[in-house]
């Protein structure tokens, strides 16, 4: 599993990446991210996801389907949501609406079901987090960080970007907000959008190991790719339609992605965590 120190901190880069670099492993691989709030959805025959686990599902090269995002929230303003459940329209809610009388009740489960319905059918299933696991105000509503590692038995990699400064007190900070059992999930960090001399960082790498006990799996340089953002504060996304045409350009940004996280990360290593 995949978790960030914050929004946009590259889970759905790296998840995108990763599920690419173990197809062409020989696994069966499919990508999921239990709850996505995004505007901008991949429309199926009968279902909608979001866009961002159908590009991963592009780059698993697995079939799209609604369980690869079981619940998508699309924003209308206003704290409130259109709800779609398993691809399908639920309803419209408050956000205090849903996560009181949804998440709290069924919204686990909701996951689940998607979740072992993709277990049955792939060997690896590698899923994207949600904004930050330490949003500690959230904790007892959040169905997409550490309760669903758990409930899954996913170790959990933690990526921060490091473009935007502070990343080293991100972990720590990240690291020391959570519980202990959830500490222990957490397996390793990976730095994103890089620039500059690699041997900089190490010292930093070295205290990050002194003050967690985790390592760093690797560093991803800063690099453009034309593949579709999320819908997020800091994205510039636009709608863009998955024809033959853009699907042939986005499985070619897949291939370059995938090339430099292969080259960036102790992939070995994250291996031996399956």
């Not at 849903?98 to 489960?109: D, P, R, T």
């Not at 690699?198 to 985790?214: A, E, H, S």
């Not at 699907?247 to 996280?261: A, N, R, T």
């Amino acid at each position: 599993m995949i978790q960030g120190t914050a929004s946009s901190a590259g889970k759905t880069t790296l998840v995108t990446a990763l599920c690419r670099i173990f197809v062409e492993k020989g696994f069966s691989v499919a990508p999921f991210k239990a709850q996505n709030m995004s505007n901008y959805a991949y429309k199926g025959k009968d279902f909608e996801i979001s866009r961002a686990q159908a590009v991963q599902a592009l780059a698993s090269r697995v079939e799209i389907s609604a369980d690869l995002n079981p619940i998508l929230l699309k924003p209308l303003g206003d704290y409130r949501s259109s709800i779609f459940l398993r691809g399908k329209f639920y309803k419209k809610m408050y956000a205090d609406d849903y996560y009181k009388k949804f998440v709290q009740k069924n919204g686990m489960k909701t996951v689940l079901r998607s979740f072992h319905t993709l277990e049955k059918n792939h060997d690896l299933i590698i899923i994207e987090g949600a904004g930050s696991p330490a949003e500690i105000n959230l904790t007892r509503y959040d169905i997409a960080n550490m309760k669903l590692a758990e409930k899954t038995k996913s170790p959990v990699i933690l990526i921060t970007d490091i473009e935007r400064g502070g990343s080293f007190g991100s972990i720590v900070g990240t690291m020391s907000l959570l519980e202990k059992k959830y500490q222990r999930m957490i397996k390793g960090f990976v730095f994103n959008k890089f620039r500059g001399d690699l041997d900089i960082l190490k010292p930093g790498f070295r205290k990050l190991k002194q003050n967690t006990g985790k390592p760093v799996f690797g560093t991803i340089p800063l690099t453009k790719f034309l593949l579709p953002e999320e819908d997020s504060i800091t994205s510039n996304s636009k709608q863009l339609a998955l024809n033959r045409q853009n699907l042939k350009k986005i499985d070619s940004e897949i291939e370059k992605l995938s090339k430099v996280v292969k080259s960036s990360l102790n992939i070995r290593a994250i291996e031996k965590l399956l």
